[in-house]
């Protein structure tokens, strides 16, 4: 054998330099997307609690009560003796619809959807009524809302004793 | 007068304003294609321009920093559609006399070097895009607003600019239809236009004679239902979405009365006075029959006129088929907006159940 070819790689030394390299690489590759895929979720979440305690029912006066919608994102409506936990989710495209006093009504600012107090459309594109959550009272007669369950008019569920509270 | 600009600038009325606009403009090119016309309309707009801009209200409209982009498109595009105009007026009137288009005369078809004719221009644009770019930064702060709050929107919520079309047509339509569906289908269709167009006409020059729907249609989705769009987005909508004229103050209280109803409901309760059918789609029945007939009978019923063979005979089946489905695609929008305009009608067709509505 010649100086010349004792330089260059045989068969086997190729082999074991591509096995080593491509194991190599397969694992930056494969940490670097965990770590892309670590980094798409964030560290800290400041999401709303899915459920919550309302206080008591006789906190409650007749109409819509904003107290509960810039922390948990429901309204409270209490109407012809029910109480409910209104959704404040446009079902058009998700935006924050505002409650106006003056004009009893649920008014979204991104498409102009509009609902009444009960959380039925009525104007603009909106396909269906606001959600209600689920609402239920705790052993001390407190109010509790989990908006893990979701009641959808169209599709009947506003009959369902969850839905809302007789008071 | 304020009192009638701001009538007429609701959407019900501007709409057929522009596209009667839009159709006066295509069909007299010729006549708005002159300098003459350029200059008489610019010296005619700007005591009018002055006479708008006195109102505290329209001021206060386009000086704010968001749209301040908007109305320079609006003189761009004014001047950049005059301008293709012109130039289509000039070809179209040298090819009735026999010539060739100016594009097509040998001094126009010299040949330059790449370098320093073109990469020299791109430098000096990039080096003015940059220094324009850092002076509209210095100029209109962008200050940084509160946390995102996922439990509260502004009032008006809008979109980027470049976007208020489409918020503008989402009025109209379910977020499927204007938010996914539709925006695909302009971006699918307008790639597909070179392989739908084989007609080698109006190639590297400018023409409206020779190429009448093509430049008919284009024009129409671009300057009425894309930019028309996007200026009522912009100018002509306030709090909760609601138009105000341009001269109005955007009172958050104004008050609008609407009551939209679907086609279903047309169709059972007020026109054969019964309760609606419990089973969906005997309920949509009638919005299905029609969207079907829209959608399979329309492009088979113009392949049998005299308009659809003679476009068949140039481009082929396949290519007539997927050309009348964009066109079928576009005319939804104005067709969608003029039903909801006259018979506040919300959806064709309404299937909340299945989060599916046209």
Redesign the interface.
């Known amino acids: 054998m010649s100086d010349e070819s004792k330089k260059q790689l045989n068969r086997r030394e190729f082999f074991s330099f591509v096995t080593v390299g491509w194991v190599a690489f397969t694992s930056a590759v494969a940490g670097l997307a965990s770590l892309a895929f670590r980094y798409s979720y964030p560290n800290v979440t400041?999401?709303?609690e899915m459920d919550f305690i309302a206080g008591f029912p006789a906190d409650y006066e007749e109409g819509v009560d904003e107290r509960w919608?810039?922390?948990?994102?429901v309204w409270m409506v209490k109407q012809e003796g029910k109480l409910v936990a209104l959704s404040?989710i446009c079902?058009?495209?998700g935006?924050?619809p505002?409650w106006?006093p003056?004009?009893l009504k649920f008014?979204?600012?991104?498409?102009?959807s509009?609902y009444y107090m009960n959380g039925i459309n009525?104007?603009?594109?909106a396909?269906?009524p606001l959600e209600r959550y689920k609402i239920a009272l705790t052993p001390e007669g407190k109010i509790k809302v989990d908006k893990t369950k979701i009641y959808r008019y169209?599709?009947g569920q506003w009959d369902h004793p969850d839905s809302y509270l007789s008071v | 007068m304020k009192e009638f600009i701001n009538y007429m600038a609701d959407p019900i009325r501007s709409f057929p304003i522009m596209t009667i606009l839009y159709i006066l403009m295509m069909k007299y090119y010729r006549i708005i294609g002159t300098k003459k016309f350029a200059i008489g309309a610019v010296v005619a707009s700007l005591p009018v321009v002055a006479w708008f801009c006195m109102d505290a209200n329209f001021r206060a409209i386009i000086l704010w920093p968001d749209n301040i982009p908007i109305n320079i498109i609006i003189i761009l595009i004014a001047w950049l559609t005059w301008y293709s105009l012109y130039r289509c007026a000039q070809n179209d009137a040298r090819i009735e006399k026999g010539e060739c288009p100016i594009e097509a005369t040998p001094e126009n078809r010299e040949k330059v070097w790449t370098w320093p004719n073109l990469v020299y221009t791109e430098l000096m644009c990039m080096i003015g895009a940059t220094v324009f770019l850092v002076v509209w930064a210095i100029i209109f702060k962008a200050p940084l607003e509160e946390p995102a709050n996922p439990t509260w929107a502004p009032n008006p919520a809008k979109a980027p600019w470049y976007f208020l079309g489409l918020q503008e047509m989402l009025v109209y339509f379910d977020p499927w239809m204007a938010g996914v569906v539709l925006p695909g289908i302009i971006v699918v269709g307008l790639m597909a236009i070179p392989y739908i167009d084989t007609n080698p006409k109006g190639n590297g020059y400018f023409t409206i004679k020779e190429r009448p729907l093509a430049m008919w249609m284009f024009m129409y989705g671009w300057l009425v239902l894309w930019i028309y769009l996007i200026i009522v987005g912009t100018f002509l909508r306030g709090p909760n979405w609601t138009f105000y004229g341009p001269f109005e103050y955007w009172d958050f209280h104004k008050v609008v009365s609407e009551y939209n109803v679907n086609l279903s409901e047309f169709l059972w309760i007020k026109w054969l006075n019964m309760p609606m059918p419990g089973n969906i789609v005997l309920r949509e029945i009638l919005g299905i029959i029609l969207t079907v007939a829209y959608i399979v009978v329309i492009p088979l019923w113009s392949a049998k006129t005299k308009w659809g063979k003679k476009i068949i005979e140039n481009t082929g089946q396949i290519r007539y088929y997927i050309f009348i489905f964009l066109l079928l695609g576009m005319t939804s929008l104005p067709i969608k907006m003029v039903l909801r305009w006259l018979f506040s009608l919300k959806y064709i067709i309404a299937l909340p159940e299945w989060e599916l509505n046209l």
């Open positions: 400041f999401d709303p919608k810039n922390g948990f994102g404040n079902t058009h495209l935006c924050v505002n106006l003056a004009e008014k979204c600012p991104c498409h102009g509009g009525f104007e603009g594109p396909p269906r169209e599709k």
